[in-house]
């Protein structure tokens, strides 16, 4: 084969495989822009006390003052996590919300761990209570602003919270008003309570 063939064979096999190395490339990058990547969740963060707080619930022998500490640990974590979601540090805001869980999660089992269901007992479910109510909308916020990845551990924070919240409120109810009170309400009103608290009228001759 004459010499100018055979370099004409080379050029136009070199721009062939650069026309199909160009086209397998460009079908790639389509493909890699039409399938989105799908986002991994972050790993649920630790639930657990500092040895500090550990220490000082410890410490406290009366349960006022012990559950006003536990409350005071707990806002401090959620404002922490406040603060570092505003500056987009998901992964230590984050954990501070897990240690914000744990705080209710002891003073709960603590709690109930308790023999003596006196009226403090029952004023420390109540204002675990309201505490918790208080801190929904604060904890709806930072899962507004928070990537999805960790949002969904937010998600489920906010769902414990309403566990908890019912929880506090059947242990302050429980063995008080609801089980005293239950056996004079009538079927008619009892889908809204509304005749829990009702007198039997007597019947007339």
Do not use: W
Not at 1 to 16: A, D, H
Not at 67 to 74: D, E, G
Not at 109 to 137: G, M, P, V, W
């Amino acid at each position: 084969m004459p010499p100018k063939q055979q370099k004409r064979r080379f050029v136009l096999g070199s721009i062939c495989a650069g026309a199909v190395l160009y086209v397998a490339s460009v079908s790639g990058a389509a493909y890699s822009q039409q399938t989105p990547q799908q986002d991994i969740p972050a790993p649920p963060p630790v639930k657990k006390l500092s040895q500090e707080e550990i220490s000082e619930l410890d410490r406290i022998k009366d349960l006022k003052t012990r559950t006003r500490t536990s409350i005071s640990f707990a806002d401090g974590h959620l404002g922490n996590a406040e603060r570092l979601t505003n500056t987009s540090q998901f992964d230590e805001a984050s954990e501070e919300l897990g240690r914000y869980r744990a705080v209710f999660e002891e003073s709960l089992r603590y709690l109930d761990n308790l023999h003596d269901k006196s009226n403090r007992t029952r004023d420390a479910y109540k204002r675990i209570e309201l505490t918790l109510r208080e801190h929904a909308s604060r904890i709806e916020t930072i899962r507004r602003v928070t990537p999805v990845d960790y949002a969904i551990n937010i998600k489920r924070l906010a769902e414990y919270t309403k566990d908890a919240r019912e929880q506090a409120l059947n242990s302050f109810y429980g063995d008080t008003v609801l089980r005293e009170k239950a056996p004079v309400q009538n079927d008619r009103d009892s889908e809204h309570g509304k005749g829990l608290f009702n007198p039997i009228e007597p019947k007339r001759p």
